[in-house]
Structure formats: C-alpha cells, structure tokens
C-alpha cells in the first residue's frame, strides 16, 4: 500500500452502558437459560442503556475520555467517522449529534453502515483521510445500541447482543516510522442479506402499522447460516491480509476478531493456529456489541498493558450484509 503518511491509532477509549443483564436476567424474558447460552456463546451478561440513551450518547462518553488522555480540544477534532447500525435516528447522521454534543466545530463527518464489520470498514476509510497528508485528526467511532433493535422475546437474537461503544484516533505518523495501520482488505457479498437483516424502517418497507405488526424492525437471522460464514471468512480474510504482507500467525502479537461468539473465535484462532495468549476476547461479560467489539478490546486491552508499542495487531470482523474484512496494525503507543 503506497502512502505519504502512514496512518496510526495514536489513542483509544470505550464506553459501556451501567445496566447489566446476566444470562438469569434473560431467562425471566425468553425460554432460554444460563447453560445453554454459556455453552453455545460464550456470553454470560451484556450491557443495556437506559431509557433516553443514545448512540451518540456512548459515543461522547467515550470521545471525552480519550480527548482528556491525549490532552487534545474537541474543536482539534476535524473528522468523524461513525460505524454504526443503530443511529440515533436514520437522519441526521449520528456523526452530526456527535459533533454537536461535543462542540467539535471543526470536524466534519459521516456515518457508515457496515453492521459488524463497521469499524473495520470505517478504519479502512479514515485511513484514506489520513495518509493521502490531508488530515492530521480523525475519529473512528464504533457505536451500538442493540437493544433499540432486538425483540426481547425473541430467544434467538435477544441474548445474543449488548449496547457500547469504543472510539479510535487516528493520526499520522513520521514519514520514516514502521508504526501505524499496515494493511486493509474489506469484502462485502449481497448473497448474505438474506441471512441477517432488519427488514422494516427503510425505503423498502417504510414504517406502517403492517410493518409493526409483522414485527419487521428488529433484527432477523438465521444463526447456523452466519456461523457457518462467520468461521470461514474470518479465518481467510486473517490468513489473506498475512500472506499478502508476508507474515505468518506467530508474528501476530494480538489478534482481535470480532465478538459474535466464542465458538466462532474459538475455530478462528484453531484455523490460525494461534495460541490463547495472543487472542482477544470480551465476550464473555459484553456480548455482541455489532460496531463496538474490536474497539472496545482493543481499549481494555492497552488499559490491561497487553497490547502495547510496536506489537503487530490483527483485527478481523464479519457481520451483516454479509461484510468483512481484517486490518494489520503496528501499534504506535
Ligand atoms: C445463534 C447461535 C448461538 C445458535 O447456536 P447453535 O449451536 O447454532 O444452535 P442450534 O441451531 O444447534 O440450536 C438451535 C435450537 O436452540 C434453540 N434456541 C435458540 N436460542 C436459544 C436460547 N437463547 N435458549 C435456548 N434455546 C435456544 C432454537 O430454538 C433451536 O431449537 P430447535 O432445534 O428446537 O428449533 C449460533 O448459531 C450463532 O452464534 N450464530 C452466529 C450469530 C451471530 O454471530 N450473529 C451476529 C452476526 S456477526
């Protein structure tokens, strides 16, 4: 990838809800149990927001905290870049609420729809911004309130999801360094929509009594179909992006798939051949939370001092649409 200045996560910083759902939470919501969603997920409890909690609400919680460690002003903020699927509302775009609640005047910016693989795809495109030497400041957001789109009676989705957010700083990097974002490969294939999709609230059924009563806007999937994809391409999009960089999995100092389940990462770092160690995994105590699993592990992981200066980061997503993608990062702080 030719660049005039490399890209890098300079900062990161992730924000979860207070409201804590365990597994015997849901069990007095759906027919399910703690057992069942353990062994077959790995989830054991997820994040909720309260009443009036929004996206951008997640998102500020989580800018301020990273604007206060860089020592950086919201108005130093000249580009927002928002992965999410559940907007405040469909317009304006939640980048727009962002900028406004965080009075980041010189920022513009945009919302980008890409379900799971959100903030890979979002990464991916602040890259861009970045290294072509046009911006110094960019804001990768990964954003969502699941809970505003799942159907707490539906036992196949319910326990599944969690509401959070986690938010990336992109900088440039000196023109000789070997730190910053290396690679990208994205992959979309409209074959999957089928499998998992919101179906009602669009312009292909906008909202009527029908749509609401067909119950068309929360999520739908068809769990074994996802899986199964899930598995293989991440496991190809990780060993693609390695093999195009001339790298193997023992040079990867942490791998962070996206968390839709533990069997899907489990299999992943089989197919990877990766040790535990190098693995990242959140989970257990947040569920799937679509645009904000890799962010909010990468966060907790530097919080945690494993992910540190110079380490090789592999990231790798899946998710509706179907849509995926992996990002190689030498980690520059
Ligand atoms: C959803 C998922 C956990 C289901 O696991 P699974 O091992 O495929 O489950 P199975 O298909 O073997 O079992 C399904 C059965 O469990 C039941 N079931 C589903 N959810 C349940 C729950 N929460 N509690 C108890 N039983 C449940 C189903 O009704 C079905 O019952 P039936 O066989 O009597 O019809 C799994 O397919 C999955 O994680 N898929 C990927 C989902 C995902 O990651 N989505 C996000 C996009 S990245």
Sequence with gaps: MSVIHRAAITGVEHY??????????????????DEWIRTRTGIEKRRRVSPGQASSDLACKAITKLLKKKKMAAKDIELIIVATVTPDMMF?????????KMAATHAWGFDLSAACSGFVFALATADQFISSGRYKNALVVGVDVMSSIIDDHDRNTCVLFGDGCGVALLQPEPEASSLGILDHLCHID?????FLYMPGGGSLYGTSSDTLSKNMHVVHQEGKQVFKHA???????SEEILEKNNLSSEDIDYFIPHQANLRIIESCQKKL??????????????????????????????DDKKIKKGDLVLIAS??????????????AF
Excluded: H, Y
């Design 273 to 302: 051949k990766l040790k535990d160690d190098q693995v990242i995994v959140n989970i257990k105590d947040f569920a799937n939370t679509t645009s904000a699993t890799i962010p909010t592990c990468m966060s907790q992981a530097v």
């Design 231 to 237: 598995v293989t391409e991440m496991a190809r999009v």
């Design 318 to 331: 899946f998710g509706a649409g179907f849509t995926w993608g992996a990002s190689l990062i030498r980690w």
């Design 16 to 33: 979860f809800p207070e409201k804590i759902l365990s597994n015997a939470d849901m069990e007095k919501l759906v027919d399910t149990s």
């Design 92 to 100: 304006p775009s939640t980048a727009c609420r962002i900028q406004e």
């Design 190 to 194: 409209g074959k999957g929509g089928e």
